[in-house]
């Protein structure tokens, strides 16, 4: 936790606007280091208070994730909805340490909601890591979802073939064999069906082996790409970050 706390509370100081902001920041940190039940209490406060940046928010939740406090689970899962890459990357990482059984379902939610395709990479991720019952179905469901010619998407349906590969769940065979005809999925699709006891030979035998077509250039997704447990250090933020979740009908965290 300790370098991930470092490079949030790295990125932070570059929003500070003021020298309120500042004494702000550094009483967070005080906070952090305390790490008392006090300190919690008033971290939990934080998180409801009223006109309190986004950033404060965003420490007091990361702090509390990690301390397995239920009291940050929906300042965190708004984040993980949030349209800025590096900030869920930071939900997710102290999502998948904070031990609240509604995690799964609400990454599963985020993922598989097609509205929200742009920003699912990280719960897609996260579902991954917490292995949870949801898992599975999710990533099947946002898989199949993003098998179409020219998606925009494919780094989110690279992670779902990475993550059911790292499952290990059987269910994912037909999904993986579908993927294996997309050339940018390919060679991860192939590598998952492996995991699985799946060999080449038996995917081509069911017509499902890539026919060798050259993927047509596709638009990127603005998404940042590191796993989240490394947020990624001077990340920049999307513009108008601090205002909302963007298009697609998710909620920004109030101000």
């Not at 004494?23 to 005080?30: K, Q, S, T």
């Not at 800025?84 to 379902?105: F, I, Q």
């Not at 949870?132 to 779902?160: D, G, K, M």
Request: hydrophobic content about 45%.
């Amino acid at each position: 936790m300790e370098d991930e706390f470092h490079e949030l509370t790295d990125r932070v100081r570059a929003e500070l606007r003021s020298p309120q902001d500042l004494i702000a920041y550094e009483r967070l940190l005080g906070l952090a280091r305390k790490n008392s039940p006090a300190g919690r209490e008033e971290l939990a406060r934080m998180l409801v208070a009223v006109e309190r940046p986004l950033w404060a928010r965003e420490i007091a939740a990361f702090i509390l994730g990690c301390a397995g406090d239920k009291r940050a689970f929906e300042t965190l899962v708004l984040l993980l909805n949030y349209r800025d890459p590096v900030r869920c990357a930071t939900a997710a990482y102290a999502l998948a340490r904070l031990g609240d059984p509604r995690t799964a379902r609400a990454a599963a939610a985020l993922a598989t909601n097609p509205l929200r395709t742009a920003y699912a990479l990280h719960p897609v991720r996260l579902l991954a890591e917490l292995r949870a019952p949801q898992s599975v179905p999710a990533l099947i469901a946002t898989l199949e979802r993003l098998l179409t010619p020219h998606n925009p998407y494919w780094r989110v349906a690279l992670a779902c073939v990475e993550g059911l590969g790292a499952l290990g769940d059987r269910r994912a065979v037909p999904a993986l064999t579908a993927a294996v005809a997309h050339p940018r999925l390919a060679a991860a699709a192939a590598a998952s069906l492996a995991r699985l006891g799946v060999h080449e030979d038996a995917v081509a035998e069911d017509g499902a082996e890539a026919d060798g077509a050259t993927a047509a250039a596709e638009p990127g997704d603005g998404q940042d790409h590191r796993p989240y447990g490394r947020a990624g250090r001077g990340a920049g933020r999307a513009p108008g970050a601090e205002r909302g979740a963007g298009p697609g009908g998710g909620e920004g965290l109030p101000h």
